[in-house]
């Protein structure tokens, strides 16, 4: 396969994960869009066997890269060291235990393709609690409150949610991740090039979020809003005057900070 003919990075990040390998790799193998798809496993010094999951698909599909760092590394480090390796135009995240629709790609490539203008595109995301789930399959609990892109809420609510497609030149005009982060990073990031990148949003869900215990956010908790905290007030800007805390209406004190319970989408 010609590197010329990727239209996406798909940067998938490791770190004890191996159970989740698998099924991830067969995720991505299975998008519409997968032969015109680089993905790049990044193993950060994972004590677990992943490499031999990801070498064994190595061997039929040779879009797949995978590169083991000597020390464990940030999410975000790790994200950034595929961005410097990628030869696509588009990048996105995929998660070990998060899946997609067989089109997310596809739909997601093909907003920014139409479009010009925009710079990230992001849909909404069904969220269950039952490790090992397909798209399509799984019990949902909730989905991410994922809208209409509003600069103000994004101070409030991470709109473009866990797997969202961007541009690459994002990263040429505004840097890459900040890699001091621990799990705020891409929320740090969005909200630093709000100003002048733009935002669409597809209404249709593409997307599966794996609501976890030992989840990255779970495991964080209070660093994570301690490290969104600390982004909002490195971006607030000046012309809006003083940042205030957020008003939440009756429906978001009801439901999880970033999601809607299922029980609303019946």
Known sequence: MQTEAYRVTAIV?????????????????????????????????????????VREFQERHPNIRYVRTDQRE?????WNRAIGLSAAPYLT????????APDAFARLAAVLDKCPEVDVVYART???????SRFGAAPITGYF?????DRQRLFYDCLPGPQPMWRRSLHDRFGLFDPAFVSSGDYEFWL??????????VRKCLGLFLDSSNGLMRRTGSQA????????????PKEWGTRT??????????TRRSTYRQLMKR
């Open 225 to 236: 809003e301690q490290e969104a905290e600390l982004a909002r007030d490195r971006h607030w």
């Open 93 to 100: 995240n995929a998660n070990t235990d998060d899946r997609h």
């Open 13 to 53: 990040s490791t770190y004890k994960s191996e159970r989740f390998m698998r099924a991830c790799l067969e995720d991505l193998a299975s998008q519409t869009l997968f032969p015109q798809t680089e993905v790049i496993v990044i193993d950060s010094a994972s004590p677990e066997n992943e490499g031999a999951i």
């Open 192 to 201: 630093r090039i709000s100003g002048q990148a733009r935002f669409e949003h």
């Open 145 to 149: 409150k994922a809208r209409k892109f």
């Open 245 to 254: 805390a957020r008003k939440r209406s009756w429906l978001d004190h009801w």
């Open 74 to 78: 940030t999410l975000y480090a790790a």
């Open 126 to 132: 069904a969220i269950t609690c039952v490790a090992g």
